[in-house]
């Protein structure tokens, strides 16, 4: 008996929806610059979409499994800055900011027919550069 030939593949995306974090910082003063260091929970909704497909004998592929699924991921931030104070009134000033995010990991198991399995795995990690101007009323 001869079978035809196959094969299959495994293939996903991943998206921050939306994402939001509470962050507390501390630091020392030089003059009129704030050196400080920042740290602090994330929280984001992710959507995740994975799909199994199959090709039987060079012909089209087939989509044979797929998962759509939403998370709520809870991580943490670190973070640097200076900010320098502007003027006398120290009302407003400027600031540079680097912030890593790191949110965990979603995983999805997808199974399909004639053994067609797999494991699609996404990082939820970003940096940031921040640079901005903050007034204080």
Do not use: C
């Amino acid at each position: 008996t001869t079978y035809p030939e196959w094969a299959s593949n495994i293939s996903g995306r991943a998206e921050v929806d939306w994402m939001t974090s509470v962050n507390f910082r501390s630091g020392i003063t030089s003059g009129r610059n704030l050196f400080y260091g920042l740290a602090g929970v994330a929280v984001a909704q992710v959507t995740t979409s994975a799909e199994a497909t199959l090709t039987i004998a060079g012909g089209e592929a087939q989509t044979v499994a797929s998962v759509d699924k939403q998370d709520v991921l809870i991580g943490y931030s670190l973070g640097l800055g200076i900010e320098h104070m502007l003027g006398d009134a120290n009302r407003s000033s400027l600031y540079a900011e680097y912030r890593y995010t790191d949110l965990g990991s979603v995983k999805v198991d997808l199974a399909g027919p004639l053994g067609v399995s797999g494991t699609f795995e996404q990082d939820f990690t970003s940096q940031n550069i921040a640079v901005g101007w903050r007034f204080r009323f």
